[in-house]
């Protein structure tokens, strides 16, 4: 890998060694947004590990707290009004939430690095794409101008952009979203980092443009073995490249499973809800299976468990004790009271009828 | 299904001038859509799919007469819409109504729920008298589910999900016969668009109308469409009936824009056929001779690029249906 061999040129290999192959731990991640309006708990004790290879996929609705996660591991949290209030975020061995600025520096970019969802608004508009590729090399690498560009226009032509060499002095406005979006991935890229986060990568893309892009991805981490965790809403993205998946729901992590194993058999109420409530473009189906109701709002999050109000097998004990992320099986989580029952295939006792629920009105 | 024609758009044209120079002289024009002819069928759903910029919103706005057209012609009920005038229009405009994709900002903030979905009374005065107004909103908010009593709420007060309820109670309010959704759900969380799919589907039943759906989410459209277009590039490629798009594809950038859809099911991984188009859409300023996708094809041969293909029946395997392709050829994507 050239990109390797440029490293040990420079003399700058990196110093962090994974442990078997564990990448990064998350242990009890707790981050709450101090407002006006009062304190929204948006992360409350979400527990993850990555290894060296693997695709985590975090899944979840908007307001659920996947990119705050995201956000939160990469030290790039808006704070105020948000703030990490508990737990560890480990890599390689060392808790990164605990270190310097300086020293975090030196994992962020080079270590785990991240590409985000709206690339016309994450490149800056006033600077060409190639000086922006670049800078990841003089910041890091201490490469002078000539060099650096150099390796732009190499990381260009690595994420298929056609004639790189004559586009690096181009500006983002002049890309179509595809190709700004390949961009972000080469800045992301550039210092060979061992974890990558996505965050809706390809949501606002059109679906021709997210083949290619997901096809990118995977390529690249076949190449680089790095660690990828995929944050985004979309089953079917998930279901074509994800190994693992947590599915997050009001902050919590309510469901934690190998790909194969969710999808046959979904362990948590709300995970069964998200996968009879889709169309699928292979089959004509009936009415769909919604999930009634609306998410939780984040100041005032349900006693219980907090997916209660819109459960259709929810029972006083789901109103008064919150469930555990109970083990349900090999490598295999589920935060609710009756999941060794769903995760047999046997449906708990209906407590209340589905179009109870329609309508969604918030109280 | 009664086969009655309720809408018929024939040969719609429409261009934007692409203006430049102090004196703001037409440089160019944009193509957003050139010669797109369907017939909509009373009570049925036609989807109409594609990708940004190939002038499916546009089109939907020409269905509601927001653009005046470049050329062409549309016929609602036998009635010609582009030269109805003053009174005549109005009256029309009651029969064809529109969802917009974004709850967020095609509700005006300033004003009560029951000031939006009451205000196409203000303006069609004779629909309901005066006095009726208040509980024909109350009705028309229990009708897509929301609570009745939140007539003076704002919309900042609802959720995504609930103010695409409201747009549908105000599209509803004058009795339309046709409602032409603009992406009216991609805009929601996946448990909230069912939830919205399903209402569409129970006021259509309920009311007998007829939507054209537009929306870029192809699993969506093959669950609430009787008849799917396919849009590339300002001109409709493929028309027909959901089986015969998604089971028996014969236009080529249809069965790549299936095969690229993610299917969740991930012990199809692998299995399924993908179909990974390169390069990006062109511009619709300059928009490729003959068959627009022949620069992205894998089948193109000279006479794509010189001769116009056009949209006719053509054999899909089991029987025919409409598609732009020279070379079409059903193939299994799905």
Redesign the interface.
């Known amino acids: 890998m050239s990109s390797t061999l440029n490293n040990e040129v420079l003399g700058s290999t990196s110093s962090w060694q994974p442990h078997d192959g564990l990448l990064l731990e998350v242990d009890g991640l707790e981050v709450e947004f101090r407002t006006r309006e009062g304190v929204a708990k948006a992360i409350n004790g979400v527990s993850f590990d990555l290894r060296e290879g693997e695709t985590l996929a975090i899944l979840g609705?908007?307001g659920s707290g996947k990119s705050v996660t995201a956000q939160a591991v990469m030290g790039i949290l808006d704070s105020p009004p948000g703030f990490v209030t508990g737990g560890e975020v480990r890599y390689c061995g060392e808790d990164i939430l605990a270190m310097s600025d300086e020293r975090r520096r030196t994992i962020r970019g080079p270590e785990i690095s991240m590409v985000f969802q709206d690339a016309l608004s994450s490149l800056n508009p006033v600077f060409p794409v190639g000086w922006q590729i670049a800078e990841m090399f003089r910041q890091h690498r201490g490469m002078n101008k000539s060099n650096a560009l150099a390796e732009a226009v190499r990381l260009m032509e690595r994420v298929q952009i056609?004639g790189a060499a004559q586009r690096v002095k181009a500006y983002p406005h002049q890309f179509?979203?595809?190709?700004r979006q390949r961009i972000m991935i080469a800045m992301a890229i550039a210092l060979d980092p061992a974890v990558l986060i996505a965050d809706e990568p390809t949501t606002a893309l059109?679906?021709?443009?997210?083949?290619?892009i997901?096809?990118l991805l995977e390529e690249l981490q076949a190449e680089r073995r790095m660690g990828l965790i995929l944050i985004t809403?979309?089953?079917?993205?998930?279901?074509?490249v994800?190994d693992r998946i947590a599915v997050m729901y009001a902050g919590r992590i309510v469901e934690y499973a190998d790909?194969?194993d969710l999808?046959?058999q979904p362990a948590h109420p709300y995970t069964k809800?998200?996968?009879e409530?889709?169309?699928?473009?292979?089959r004509?189906?009936e009415?769909?299976?919604?999930?009634?109701g609306?998410?939780p709002n984040l100041m005032q999050i349900p006693p219980g468990c907090p997916f209660n109000p819109r459960c259709n097998y929810a029972q006083d004990i789901c109103r008064e004790q919150r469930p555990e992320l109970y083990e349900v099986g090999h490598h295999r989580r589920s935060a609710c009271h009756f999941a060794d029952q769903l995760v047999r295939g046997q449906e708990p006792p209906l407590t209340r009828r589905r179009d109870q629920l329609?309508?969604?009105?918030?109280p | 299904m009664s086969r009655e024609v309720i809408l018929e758009a024939d040969n719609l044209v429409k261009y934007y001038p692409i203006r430049a120079g102090v004196l703001r002289r037409t440089i160019g024009q944009v193509k957003a859509l050139d010669g797109v002819s369907f017939k909509l069928y009373k009570g049925e759903t036609l989807g109409i799919v594609g990708e940004s910029g190939c002038g499916k919103s546009t089109l939907g706005r020409m269905l509601m007469r927001l653009e005046e057209p470049t050329a062409g012609t549309l016929t609602f009920d036998g009635v010609d819409v582009y030269t109805q005038k003053g009174a005549a229009m109005r009256r029309l405009r009651r029969d064809i109504q529109i969802v917009f994709q974004d709850p967020y900002t095609s509700l005006n903030p300033r004003k009560t729920v029951g000031d939006i979905v009451g205000e196409p009374f203000e303006i069609h005065r004779d629909v309901v008298p005066k006095g009726g107004r208040r509980r024909r909103v109350q009705e028309l908010l229990d009708l897509v589910g929301l609570n009745p009593e939140h007539i003076n709420r704002y919309p900042h007060q609802f959720s995504g999900g609930q103010r695409q309820r409201i747009g549908i109670a105000r599209g509803l309010a004058l009795n339309p016969k046709v409602i032409i959704c603009d992406e009216p759900v991609s805009a929601l969380d996946v448990s909230v668009q069912a939830q919205v799919v399903n209402l569409l589907e129970k006021l259509q039943s309920e009311f007998g109308l007829a939507y054209v759906f537009i929306a870029h989410d192809l699993s969506v459209v093959r669950h609430i469409s009787d008849r799917v277009g396919v849009m590339y590039l300002g001109t409709m490629v493929e028309l027909g009936d959901e089986e015969q798009i998604y089971s028996r594809p014969t236009h080529p950038y249809t069965q790549a824009l299936l095969s690229a859809v993610p299917v969740p099911d991930p012990t199809l991984r692998g299995r399924r056929e993908q179909i990974v188009l390169a390069g990006d859409v062109p511009s619709p300023a300059n928009p490729p001779s003959g068959c627009r996708f022949h620069t992205r094809c894998w089948k193109a041969q000279q006479k794509c690029v010189t001769d116009v293909p056009l949209l006719i029946n053509r054999p899909d395997g089991r029987g025919a249906h409409d598609s732009a392709c020279h070379f079409a050829e059903a193939r299994v994507v799905v």
């Open positions: 609705e908007s056609p179509s979203g595809g190709m059109d679906v021709t443009v997210q083949a290619q997901m096809q809403h979309d089953l079917g993205v998930v279901a074509d994800a790909v194969f999808y046959a809800g998200l996968l409530s889709i169309p699928r473009l292979d004509k189906g009415t769909l299976a919604s999930i009634g609306l998410p329609e309508g969604g009105v918030r």
